[in-house]
């Protein structure tokens, strides 16, 4: 089969696209037929080398969490799944024609593989910030970054549950918060003031690592009120980098409903081949992603 992978840490042009040997469900995993794989900030930066706890590398590497596909192999212990299902969710290496899955769920009814490989550790993530950001209905939550696809899911999950959520994002994705139902506003020069002029922050997130957590700080008042999924330097200034995943096969349970109530549609951006993978992490890397990207293969 075909996979991307790596076999030192460095730029995009570290990836490259190989023969490997076919992965196989052990107990408790599903094997698919790969469709097609998610691409995520954390895909780049275990490339780059960074440290992330929950993501240990041991070199060569494939990359990769998220996938939809076809179930071919089914592991021992597994219920509920059979092979010819289309089922989305997480594993190991999902850049590749086969992958294993170590979390997933029945692909709701509706979606192409394309839109479902975009939900998964994105959907987890989302539903985790909100649960530690603490923030109730009533209460408003600050969204640095929220054009992306973590920050989609949290505008929509957010409405959802009675809690106004202003988005920072660009000019060109003021509309597209909006139709999600945030308050919108540009960042850039001026942008603390415009915020505060449209009511007093609860909670904050910061999604996109672009050196704002001093003044996130600012907007609520207390560090522990903000939580950054980008920003490694985060704890210097007292805010907790939210980096290890809580239980995905929940989180996926919960996607599914909302989707299937049409209450969250992260829409994709751009589709790439899995020979493109390095212009989709330069993409990826270069932000102002209005939704997701994908893998197609």
């Known amino acids: 089969m075909k996979r991307v992978s790596f076999a030192e840490f460095g730029g995009p042009e570290v990836l490259q696209l190989l023969d490997a040997e076919e992965p196989h469900a052990g107990p408790g995993q599903v094997r698919i037929a790969v469709r097609a794989a998610g691409v995520n900030p954390v895909d780049w930066r275990v490339r780059e080398g960074q440290v992330l706890g929950a993501h240990p590398t041991v070199l060569p590497s494939g990359v990769g969490i998220d996938a939809a596909g ?6 021992e212990g597994v219920e509920g799944i059979e092979v010819g299902d289309h089922v ?4 190991l290496s999902t850049y590749a024609e086969f992958a294993v899955l170590t979390a997933w769920a029945r692909m ?3 979606l192409t593989f394309e839109e479902a ?34 920050g989609s899911a949290v505008l929509q999950i957010a409405r959802d549950r009675g809690i106004t959520v202003i988005g920072t994002a660009g000019a060109s994705n003021q509309d597209y918060l909006r139709d999600l139902g945030a308050v919108a506003t540009t960042y850039g020069e001026g942008w603390v003031e415009r915020v505060r002029r449209l ?5 904050a997130l910061d999604l996109a690592g672009s050196g704002v957590i001093r003044e996130l700080v600012e907007l609520t008042g207390d560090p522990r009120k903000v939580i950054s999924i ?23 349970a919960e996607a599914a409903v909302l989707i299937s109530q049409g209450k969250l549609h992260i829409p994709v951006e751009k589709s790439y081949t899995l020979a493109d993978a390095a212009q989709a992490h330069v993409d ?3 932000g102002h992603t209005r939704g997701r990207r994908v893998i197609v293969v």
Do not use: K
């Open 70 to 75: 076809v179930a071919d192999e089914v592991g």
């Open 88 to 91: 989305f969710g997480e594993g």
């Open 108 to 110: 709701p009814e509706g």
């Open 117 to 150: 490989a975009g939900y998964p550790s994105v959907v987890e993530t989302a539903l985790r910030l909100i649960r530690e950001a603490g923030v109730r209905p009533g209460q408003t939550l600050l969204v640095s970054g929220a054009s992306g696809g973590v």
């Open 199 to 203: 009511g007093p922050v609860d909670a």
């Open 230 to 252: 980008a920003d490694l330097g985060a704890p210097e200034f007292g805010v907790r980098f939210s980096g290890v995943a809580g239980s995905v096969p929940d989180a996926l």
């Open 284 to 286: 990826s890397h270069a």
